[in-house]
């Protein structure tokens, strides 16, 4: 099973900073099948990137994503108020799927 | 647009079945894979497992000797039992569509389980 491992674990910023998140996997992993999202207390996680560098529908440029083989990067180049939420990475490999613990991102 | 509705108790007795139904609207349930996602309270997300239109499921390794996923086409709905359930289990289960990404959830439903 591929772990997936997310850092930090929580990022103080304040709007208007950069973000970079980062996910590393513990073997390699298909960057087609690598995707971020952001997830909300009470909302249902939002898909904001998928095949590692693509962003879903209607997801502001401001969310990039990067990387290949275990090592991934999620970046926001400007934070705005409403970005401070929890984000993951997962993956689908050999028929099952693996979400990292999540990466807090709070106002500073 | 499609949309993903889950129901089923939110409060199931220890020892027992846990069983919740999803009901997809917006679209058919055929073709697609079909997932169901849970997320402790406090943790993050877990995935619990799939099924394919045709019938054919995937399970957490973690958890295959307690999951069962189902699908009835005729009523575009598929379902999860989880048997033997203790307080880990609580969580909120999401129903979801798709895998690599996930692109179409629930908004997801609170189960806890207590006596």
């Known amino acids: 099973e591929i772990v997936l491992t997310q850092s930090p674990g929580t990022l103080s910023l304040s709007p208007g900073e950069r973000a970079i998140l980062s996910c590393r996997a513990s073997q390699s992993v298909s960057s087609s099948y690598l995707a971020w999202y952001q997830h909300k207390p009470g909302q249902a996680p939002r898909l904001l990137v998928y095949?590692?560098?693509s962003r879903a529908t209607g997801i502001p440029d401001r969310f990039s994503g990067s990387g290949s083989g275990t090592d991934f990067t999620l970046t926001i180049s400007s934070l705005e108020p409403e970005d401070f939420a929890v984000y993951y990475c997962?993956?689908?490999?050999?028929?099952?799927?693996?979400f990292g613990q999540g990466t807090r991102l709070e106002i500073k | 647009q499609v949309q993903l509705q889950e129901s089923g108790p939110g409060l199931v007795k220890p020892s027992e079945t846990l069983s919740l139904t999803c009901t997809v609207s917006?679209?058919?349930?055929?073709?697609?894979?079909w997932n169901w996602i849970r997320q402790p309270p406090g943790k993050g997300l877990e995935w619990v497992g799939y099924?394919?239109?045709?019938?054919?499921?995937n399970y957490n390794p973690s958890l295959k000797s307690r999951v069962t996923i189902s699908v009835d086409t005729s009523k575009n709905q598929f379902s999860l039992k989880l048997s033997s359930v203790t307080a880990a289990d609580s969580a909120v289960y999401y129903c979801?569509?798709?895998?690599?990404?996930?692109?179409?959830w629930g908004q997801g439903t609170l189960v806890t389980v207590s006596s």
């Open positions: 099924i394919y239109d045709s019938g054919s499921t």
């Open positions: 979801a569509r798709d895998l690599a990404p996930v692109q179409h």
């Open positions: 917006g679209g058919s349930i055929s073709s697609f894979y």
């Open positions: 997962q993956q689908f490999d050999t028929s099952r799927i693996t």
């Open positions: 095949g590692a560098s």
